[in-house]
């Protein structure tokens, strides 16, 4: 079953002929109707908009800053003096202030971001050439999707991450945990977007920032006061339970449905040809269209996406090979017409459903770390097991991916040690599968292609 998902590029131009219904609903303009009706001051986008223009403009590092631990000593000097100048602590507040809305406010659809594009110009007003955005109707565009707030988001990231490992440095640990706060918060804002490549970038965003702070507990923990322990423990405990979900892609698969068929579901033959017949260089006349029922493609389509959904909340072997067989069986009694357009509008969700299940994992195993030291800090000690936690300290959810059971908690020389039982499913006590060539657990969904590997994932403290 071949699927992609829409990206930046992929446009689908709409024909122009009387029959197409202009004045149709569509799920697209209506879930943006919804965006635009949120206050300005609620959303997070025209903060991180011009912060990162204001970077831009700046000359900051792109990439030499995100992991300098292989700086030169002048390299570093350099990124600290720019983290210092006045324009980046501007940049950073800006960041910071963003993060903290409740709403990110994208408009999904777009072929360009219209707030990005007026910040642009009111920021650079001498360019001689002011950027511009034509508005989105019905009748010049079906998909687009700009992807560039993912990236804004990225880069934003980046620097709250290079700041925090110098503040580290300077033994500023209030500078650390606000700044991993905010990308905690701001992974979460885009992790609420609805397209999944949005929640992918969302969950890539927050295990970074986990690691920020599994890297900065284990170097010392003794610079981490209880109140910033019990600021990024509510900070986790918010951000550990990501939730997998196709509703974006639903939304725009009804909006696409809407636009390619009349108004009793059937699809439009001129349609087809002016726009989803190019793209796969087929005819039109190679394809029966009588065949072919939108709604009869959208009940396919969420019996297939809460297949995903409901497989993202067992253990990752659990169900997988049985849903999948089933899918493609459903796949192949698709008509004609409703699989073309599947197979230009589905994104493979195998790997992001594991990609966010161990983003979960990692969030949750510091959430345990700090539960652990917080512990020691009230009692004196550390606990000698996850059952004697306060209820206070404990977190909510502990599940480990691989196993649907408990992740594995043990003190070992005076450190917590988490751990996942990784996929072969027991606990090995701590005796990890990183040795010879099999530097990382087995995947989920890739067990049978190569043996699974006898011992353990450690989580916290970070492994080498």
Partial sequence: MAVLLPLASATIAVADEPSFRLDAWSPLQDRNAQIEAIPLEQRAWPGLARAHILLERSGFPETSFYDHHDMTLEERASLEARLEQPKTIQILQLVHEAAARPHLGIITGAVCDPTYTSIWNEINPEASEQRRCDPITPDTLVLSSSIEHLQVSRRLSQVLHADSRIALERNNTDRVVDNVLARLRLARLVYGEPLLIEKLVGASLAQSAANDIAYALARDPSKFTEPNLNKLAAELERSSDLRFSLDGERTITQDVLVRATDDAGNYQPGWFAASTLLMLHQKPEELDFTTGNAKQALHWYDTWSQAYHDASQTPWEKSHQETTAQLELGYEQLDPVSAILFDILLPVPDNAVASISITNMHLRAVSIAIAAHRHRL???????????????????????????NELLFRIVDDQPLIYSASADGDDDRCRTVYNGEDRLPTLPFYKTQRPTP???????PPQP
């Fill in 378 to 404: 009230v009692h004196g000690e550390w606990p000698h097991s996850l059952e004697v936690l306060d209820p206070a300290l404990r977190p909510k959810i502990l599940i480990d991916p691989y196993t649907g």
């Fill in 454 to 460: 006898d011992g353990d994932w450690i989580l916290y």
